[in-house]
């Protein structure tokens, strides 16, 4: 029988604002005023008043003046493409950090800039591209190690990745982030031991982040070690209570120690925390085929499909119970529709309904 569960890869999302506020603050109203560009330092000093009070609007305006009387102003462009991100006007703010590149390239910040509005359009090859930009301009803050080692963990470039993050923790050793998503790298690549140690190190840092805890459970339970991946996801509960995935996780455990009464109960809480979550309706109907209770992994694999009508792996599984049940044509159907889906292992079991 084919299982499925879940594998939550987690990475954090720092605000914009937080990211580049400090190019924003390096400016103040006192900026000498240059007598041959008086109206275009006019504009942009108001628009940097405007922009640490939180008027984006207004600052637009005034970054737009000052650029229309100085029209190679690269630090106008940079924080008019700032005031743009607060106000989720990201193509715009593309634009102008474009801007800033095409009159200044070694513009560090505008690599960043412009990389960052990628990153949170998940749009990780052109994020990477501008992470990179930034480093080779002199952009040397741990943040821009980590995202690019974030936007390699998408790509599934693993050891780019690690070396990455790597960089993140010797630029700042307490980089919390860095550690369980380096971890993360480790887990994926299967050096289990690497990866406890750095979301040992992670939860060290901040013991109180409970997505640390089941991370660290994942990574046990890759390891074969199922009574401390429990322990973790317990843990990691008892830190946040609606935590649907570590019940999820936790009941993946018990499955492996065949405890599938325990993992039952384990998927129904994840269930009834987020009764969409379709990953947990499709695991609790596999414990279910483990106790022979075919009608019952049914109506669980239903609900997987309900959740999501694409869960290939759900139609295969359904199928699967159907066949115990002597529902030969409805098990063809069901096991054709997961061929079709994509999930490949379903093709001999299709050939022999025909």
């Given at each position: ?144 190690f980590y995202y690019a080692g974030v936007c390699n963990f998408q790509q599934s470039k693993y050891p780019n990745a ?126 279910k085929m483990k106790q022979k209770d075919y009608k019952g992994a049914i109506e669980a694999f239903n609900k997987a ?50």
């Amino acid at each position: 029988m084919k299982n499925l569960f879940t594998l939550i890869i987690w990475a954090a999302i720092i605000f914009f604002s937080q990211q580049l506020n400090a190019q924003i603050q390096n400016d103040s109203i006192s900026t000498l005023i240059v007598a041959e560009n008086q109206e275009a330092e006019l504009a942009y000093n108001m628009g940097i008043t405007n922009f640490n009070k939180g008027r984006y609007e207004a600052a637009i305006a005034n970054f737009g003046e000052a650029i229309k009387n100085k029209t190679n102003f690269d630090k106008a462009y940079f924080n008019r493409a700032s005031a743009k991100v607060e106000l989720g006007d990201f193509d715009g703010a593309i634009l102008d950090f474009k801007n800033t590149i095409g009159i200044n390239s070694s513009f560090a910040k505008a690599h960043f800039g412009l990389a960052f509005v990628y990153f949170n359009q998940q749009d990780f090859d052109l994020a990477l591209e501008n992470f990179n930009g930034a480093i080779l301009n002199g952009y040397s803050e741990a943040n821009v190690f980590y995202y690019a080692g974030v936007c390699n963990f998408q790509q599934s470039k693993y050891p780019n990745a690690i070396e990455q993050f790597s960089k993140a923790i010797e630029k700042d050793p307490r980089y919390t982030y860095a550690y369980n998503d380096r971890a993360s790298c480790k887990r994926k690549a299967e050096d289990f031991e690497g990866a406890i140690e750095d979301y040992t190190k992670a939860i060290e840092l901040e013991p109180e982040m409970a997505i640390f805890y089941n991370n660290r459970g994942s990574a046990y339970r890759k390891k074969g070690d199922f009574e401390d991946a429990i322990s973790d996801y317990d843990y990691a509960i008892s830190l946040k209570e609606d935590y649907f995935v570590a019940y999820n996780n936790k009941g993946t455990a018990n499955y492996e120690l065949k405890n599938y009464k325990n993992a039952i109960i384990d998927f129904e809480k994840a269930v009834e925390l987020n009764p969409e979550y379709a990953f947990a309706y499709n695991n609790m109907g596999t414990a279910k085929m483990k106790q022979k209770d075919y009608k019952g992994a049914i109506e669980a694999f239903n609900k997987a499909i309900d959740a999501d009508p694409e869960y290939n792996y759900a139609y295969f599984n359904r199928g699967s119970a159907k066949e115990m049940l002597r529902d030969f044509d409805a098990a063809c159907k069901d096991w054709t529709k997961a061929m079709e889906l994509g999930y490949e292992g379903a093709k001999s079991l299709v050939e022999q309904c025909k």
